[in-house]
């Protein structure tokens, strides 16, 4: 199994993997050409959003700048905005469902690390340095007509229902429920959105 197999199925993996690092870099150089573009270059932008991404419905927009580890784990649905400042760490999946409106500042994270120290960097080496840390994955899914107000984190494996409202600085740590709003840190659900 490779590393970037291990990667999406969840299991512990080396991120300083060769071909991880090839995909990795050619990211972060997509992402540099597309926040350095000028504001109405629509046809670049949408060239470099296809190059980058995993997959995409119609009437995406996303604005500058926009920060992702690998790009090719993202999948957005149609009619979806992304707010400046947003970091997208899609070690895993981040499936996006159609009508999502992220503000400013959003981080969504798919990937973690082992809490014990030995186990997330293995054993020294002899010049006293470690290896590229050890990583884990899950999922992060996000249903349609979902608002994820600004400042927002989504931790590793949280689902995010249909027609839910995040709260502005929320950290969600737990599946949230279809037609609800949550907010808070961490997130709980305060009432029905209908």
Known sequence: MTEREKMLAGQLYDCGDAELLIQWHKAKNLMRDYNRLDSDNAAEKDRI????????????????????????????GNNCEVNMNCTF???????????????PNVQIYTAFHPTNAA?????????????????????????????????????PGVH????VVIGA??????????????????????????
Not at 119 to 148: H, L
Not at 169 to 191: E, F, L, M, W, Y
Request: hydrophobic share 40%; charged share 15%; proline share 5%.
């Open 119 to 155: 186990e997330r960097f293995g054993p020294q080496k002899e010049d006293g340095s470690f290896s590229f840390c050890k990583t884990q994955t899950a999922p992060v899914i996000i249903g349609n007509n979902v608002w994820i107000g600004g400042g927002a984190i989504l931790l």
């Open 49 to 76: 959003l296809n190059e980058l991404l995993g997959g995409r419905g119609a009437n995406l927009w996303i604005t500058a700048p926009f920060y992702v580890d690998y790009g090719n784990n993202i999948y957005f």
């Open 160 to 163: 995010i229902g249909d027609n």
């Open 169 to 194: 600085g929320s950290v969600v740590t737990k599946d949230i429920p279809s037609n609800t709003v949550a907010c808070g840190s961490p997130c709980r659900v305060v009432r029905e959105n209908v």
């Open 89 to 103: 760490l899609d070690d895993n999946r981040i499936v996006i469902g159609d009508n999502a409106l992220i503000a």
